[in-house]
């Protein structure tokens, strides 16, 4: 198969998934059916593109196919219930003479998930899924669930949308607060799987960082009101504008307080700082104005030459009373770790349930760096075990040098 074709269908399916997706699923009232037309679609693209040559519009000729599979799916079905939604999309086809008309759908489509009717545990994780085509396992990952159980998670709420015909359209005013935070979670978990793969290694999570800040942009134009969304996007900002900073010029990893400043993007800061300061003029502060405000503090080192990290524990201290997460207890004490000493800061990760840090990479990183630096020779077991839970190649090699050097001092410390 032509190297071209191929590259150009990859392309297409990590830029048009979620929008393509949107948009058929609008229309059938049945995700799970959406999914397996376009999944046809891009199979039959790999099959005629390589012989006919590539479409001048791929997008395009995708939506086609996958809306002809949708309704030879309804003919075959012949389900009284789904007789409308094929009607609409026959019609459709017969009325085509063009290129189909791409709306954005994406938005509407993340509403949708976030329906009332739907299992909140499963809201964020669908939107990941069906809008950003992320698979069961990374899903699972980024909530921290076992993937089988993240797998029939997804499988019962698209069932739940097509059995209860759940109408694709943004609520009402009065409906959004209790559909945004399921929004702007699934956001932010999109944000962090592209982040996470800063050296572009896993091509299914290529893009995400850049959609993920897109869609925020949406959710702030169609809520300009609300200030947990522009929290969420100067929250995203303030992270991607250390992107370039976060590796050196051989590839290696570099942690936050070893960066340099004049790397980060001031333009990005910027934009973060204007959206922080709207957000905060709205009053009512949350979750993630607060983690905002702490990237915030990070980025004045840029001005200072220091940071400050008692602010950053009253954050901390903050959003430790709103949202205990086992995140945000590990930066607190990873805060308190650098403004009152590695023992208070390894007395708050000792706080932490055992149960919920056993597989939590974060929480034995910063347990390795507090017990290094009072000496303790448990920092080699803490450094392997963070190490063992670490994704990036980039990672593992940083906390085996540091590993590497908790070990050469311990043993030329005086007995």
Request: proline share 6%; aromatic share 6%.
């Amino acid at each position: 198969m032509p190297h071209g074709a191929r590259e150009t269908a990859e392309t297409v399916a990590r830029a048009a998934y979620g929008r393509l997706l949107a948009y058929l699923a609008a229309r059938s009232r049945d995700v799970a059916a959406a999914e397996d037309a376009l999944a046809e679609a891009f199979r039959a693209a790999l099959e005629t593109w390589p012989e006919r040559g590539v479409p001048d519009q791929p997008e395009a000729w995708l939506f086609k196919a996958a809306r002809r599979n949708l309704t030879h799916a309804g003919r075959r079905a012949s389900v009284r219930a789904a007789a409308g939604p094929t009607l609409q999309l026959l019609a459709e086809e017969r009325q085509d003479r063009g290129p189909a008309p791409f709306l954005d759908e994406r938005l509407k489509l993340l509403f949708v998930c976030a329906h009332p009717a739907i299992d909140p545990a499963a809201r964020a994780p669908l939107m990941l899924q069906t809008v950003l085509g992320l698979d069961a396992a990374r899903i699972a990952s980024a909530f921290l669930v076992a993937p089988a159980a993240m797998g029939q998670r997804l499988v019962r709420a698209k069932t739940r949308i097509r059995d209860a015909g759940i109408a694709f359209a943004v609520p009402e005013p009065t409906e959004l607060p209790e559909r945004l935070g399921a929004v702007l979670d699934a956001i932010y978990a999109a944000y962090g799987s592209g982040w996470e793969d800063l050296a572009g290694a896993d091509a299914r999570r290529k893009g995400l960082v850049a959609e993920a800040i897109g869609l925020a942009r949406l959710v702030v134009a169609l809520l300009p009101g609300e200030p947990e969304a522009r929290g969420l996007l100067a929250l995203m900002l303030y992270c991607e504008s250390r992107s370039a900073a976060r590796r050196d010029a051989t590839g290696a990893f570099v942690p936050l307080s070893e960066q340099d400043p004049a790397l980060w993007s001031g333009e990005m800061i910027g934009e973060a700082e204007r959206e922080l300061a709207a957000a905060s003029s709205l009053g009512n502060p949350g979750r993630l104005q607060l983690e905002a405000a702490i990237q915030s503090v990070h980025v004045q080192r840029a001005v200072t030459g220091w940071t400050n990290w008692e602010a950053v524990v009253t954050l901390y201290d903050g959003l430790a009373r709103i949202s205990p997460t086992i995140g945000v207890l590990v930066g607190r004490a990873a805060a308190i770790g650098e403004t009152r000493g590695a023992e208070a800061g390894l007395a708050a990760l000792g706080q932490i349930a055992a149960a919920v840090v056993r597989s939590y990479q974060p929480y034995w990183a910063a347990r390795a760096h507090l017990l290094a630096r009072i000496g303790d020779p448990l920092a080699h077991q803490a450094y392997a075990t963070a190490m063992g839970l670490a994704e990036d190649p980039a990672v593992k090699a940083f906390l085996l040098t540091r590993a590497q050097a908790a070990t050469a001092a311990a043993v030329s410390a005086p007995a």
